[in-house]
Nanobody, 115 residues
Framework: QVQLVESGGGLVQAGGSLRLSCAAS????????MGWYRQAPGKQRELVAN???????KYADSVKGRFTISRDNAKNTVYLQMNSLKPEDTAVYYC?????????WGQGIQVTVSS
């Protein structure tokens, strides 16, 4: 059984920063891509950023230059540093990872940016 647990969300004022973490645990043999998605009320879930096992990254246009994704393979953990946050970044953020060739999701964590 594999589990992804997110932490670091919360309420922040516009222009502020938050750092999300997602740790994978359980019977893990391999982890390929890791990433973050988000879903705002009334909207579809969208990719925020992902990172391959070798460190290659991809970002949504809306967060380029403000968010940075990174991972610690020794800790099976992926991070999302979010700077210059905007009210439109408000959403539930979900961790995603390809673990043991299967797609795994975290339970989601709320990020709220006040104006």
């Amino acid at each position: 059984q594999v589990q992804l647990v997110e932490s670091g969300g919360g309420l922040v004022q516009a222009g502020g920063s938050l750092r999300l973490s997602c740790a994978a645990s359980g019977s893990i043999f391999s982890i390929n891509n890791m990433g973050w998605y988000r879903q705002a009320p009334g909207k579809q879930r969208e990719l925020v950023a992902n990172i391959g096992s070798g460190g290659r990254t991809k970002y949504a246009d809306s967060v380029k230059g403000r968010f940075t994704i990174s991972r610690d393979n020794a800790k099976n953990t992926v991070y999302l540093q979010m700077n210059s946050l905007k009210p439109e970044d408000t959403a539930v953020y979900y961790c995603n990872a390809a673990i043991n060739l299967r797609d795994a999701w975290g339970q989601g964590i709320q990020v709220t940016v006040s104006s």
